[in-house]
């Protein structure tokens, strides 16, 4: 039972917490959190870079995930110790914001924590280490920006679409993908700013990663109600419709009794003018087209095969608001308000199976501000990763885009960073200089695993962009060639906001670790093993743990 509180008057101990809470103070509760963060930083370093390892996840239904997508993999392990998941929001983050740069974040912000247990050991105070880490990070992005470089031509982008693929399940097609990837970015731009929504990604297995497309359009994995509509429309005037083609059921619980058969014909015929009315006041805007959020009667039907209409229902609600920046349509709410002026317009509008998908493609508007893009993969395993990895580069290159800003790649600007962090460490006086020195040499976590995955020496490496950092501060690793060279040549570009984000939030999250001194943890739910945290086994330990992948 725990207690904390001191003694009663009959010596009794005063209990506020309930039975079973396990707590730990101070230096174990610290040096628990830091372990948790060292085990999951070190469980996704292998997966940094060109040379980077893949994991296999298998959940409990044996279902397979094989990826090396940083984010990805700490979304699919069953985490549960609470610091640990406090890094796994810090992936998240960096995936929202930028869409790429989730590996390195998490690995900054363990090799943080490493060196700020050193410190502990030292006897430096966490407060102590957090204010000096803050200062480093403010530091840390000015070094950043001195050393951005202002570009958002295509070239650039290009260069920046192919780094954020390599070394994932897309780098022998990473060119031709990329030039999909930049001109579907473009395409969707809007006053600087890039919608990610507005690009469909449609991931179908079979044939090779190669023979994906691009369509300036709307791609919708649907069929046409009625195999007897026509399966191709040019010229296409398109209809968007929110509400249901058919009659609505009464609301109330009112019975009607009928006394006359004829009463009942009557009935089934009114039905059927209402429906045929809603036809005909589609048909009279004009429109050959129609997507309906919601049903079509099976009357409706027959009347739009027999005039000719292309009709798709139950149509999902992103997938409107991609028509509607596509076509230029408006989304109708009610079909009398309809007009002529709200149809969208496509120049080809036609079904097509491709593999064992049947697809609806919208092309051929004039100025279409939603595309998609069909990726493929000659199996599900490879389409999923080429999926993660299409995703990853459509944000880098949207906040190049946005920006305006690139940083060499290869652990230069992490050098570079490190290099003035150093520097500037021996002009503060105190205890916080310790701090600084280590947000330095954590920062070197970068090239140094870069090295690692690529069976390199990883201190010759260090050395050696150390020394080059001295001529550029663009000077970082090029795994290929297996030596120090000058990343804005080699380009090997990222975007600025890549790091300046993983800089921030892993800083803030070591920050934060480091000033938990006390963990309660209640049991009401399951027994923790709050004993177990101590030799933190492969799990994970304590808190509940994390079930082994077998």
């Known amino acids: 039972m725990a207690q904390f509180g001191g003694q009663g008057q009959q010596g009794q101990p005063i209990l506020i917490l309930p039975e079973g809470t396990n707590r730990l103070l101070g230096r174990d509760a610290q040096r628990m959190n830091i372990m948790a ?13 060109p040379k980077g390892m893949d994991k296999m996840l298998v959940d409990s239904l044996g279902d397979i995930v094989v990826t090396n997508d940083g984010v990805t993999i700490l979304r699919e392990m069953d985490i549960e110790h609470p610091a640990a998941k406090m890094l796994v929001e810090v992936a998240k983050t960096q995936e929202d914001e930028v869409g790429d740069g989730t590996t390195t974040a998490v690995i900054i912000a363990g090799e943080l924590l490493k060196k700020a247990e050193d ?72 006053d600087g700013e890039v919608d990610k929504d507005h690009i ?43 509400y249901p083609v058919e009659v609505k059921d009464l609301e109330t619980d009112a019975k009607i009794k009928l006394t006359d058969p004829n009463q009942m014909q009557a009935f089934i015929e009114q039905e059927e003018a209402m429906v045929r009315d809603m036809v005909e006041k589609i048909l009279a805007t004009g429109a050959n087209i129609i997507f309906c959020q919601k049903g079509i009667d099976d ?23 991609r028509l509607e920046r596509a076509t230029g349509a408006n989304l109708a709410t009610n079909i009398e308000d309809l007009s002529a002026e709200d149809l969208g317009t496509a120049g080809m509008v036609y079904e097509k199976k491709v ?3 049947v697809l609806i493609f919208v092309e051929e508007s004039p100025d279409p501000k939603a595309v998609s893009i069909i990726l493929r ?76 995955n690529a069976g390199m020496d990883s201190i010759d490496v260090l050395v050696d962009i150390r020394a080059a950092q001295e001529k550029s501060p663009y000077m970082g ?17 990222e975007p600025h906001r890549v790091k300046k984000q993983a800089i921030q939030s892993a ?44």
């Open 200 to 242: 469909n990604i449609h991931r179908i297995q079979g044939a090779t990663v190669e023979d994906s497309q691009i369509v300036k359009g709307v791609v919708i994995d649907k069929s046409r109600i009625d195999q007897s509509m026509p399966k191709k429309v040019q010229d296409a005037k398109i209809a968007l419709l929110k």
């Open 37 to 49: 963060g060292k085990v999951l930083a070190e469980t996704i370093r292998t997966t940094l870079g």
């Open 355 to 357: 593999f064992d998908e």
């Open 299 to 321: 009357l409706a039907q027959h009347y739009l095969a027999r005039e000719g209409v292309f009709a798709v229902k139950r149509v999902r609600k992103s997938d409107m608001e």
């Open 377 to 452: 993969g000659s199996t599900k395993h490879v389409a999923e990763e080429v999926e993660r990895a299409v995703e990853d580069a459509i944000g880098v290159v949207a906040a190049t885009l946005e920006d305006r800003k690139v940083v060499a790649g290869g652990g230069a600007p992490e050098m570079a960073i490190a290099k003035g962090l150093k520097d500037y460490a021996d002009t503060i006086s105190g205890r916080e200089q310790l701090a600084v020195s280590a947000f330095a040499q954590a920062l070197e976590i970068v090239p140094k695993t870069l090295a690692e």
């Open 477 to 493: 690793l090029d795994i290929f060639q297996g030596k120090v060279a000058n990343m804005k040549h080699a380009t090997v570009i």
């Open 507 to 550: 800083a803030e999250a070591a920050e934060m670790i480091l000033r938990i001194d006390d963990m309660i943890a209640s049991t009401s739910a399951r027994e923790p093993d709050m004993e177990g945290m101590e030799g933190m086994p492969p799990g994970m330990g304590g808190m509940g743990g994390m079930p082994p992948m077998m």
């Open 119 to 190: 410190l502990l050991e030292q006897d430096v105070h966490p407060t102590i280490i957090s204010m000096g880490y803050r200062r480093a990070a403010a530091k840390a992005l000015e070094i950043l920006n001195d050393i951005t470089l202002e570009r958002n031509d295509r070239e650039t982008l290009l260069e920046v679409a192919m780094t954020a693929m390599t070394g994932k399940g897309t780098e022998k097609a990473r060119k031709p993908l990329a030039e999909l990837i930049v001109t579907a970015v473009k395409q969707v731009e809007e």
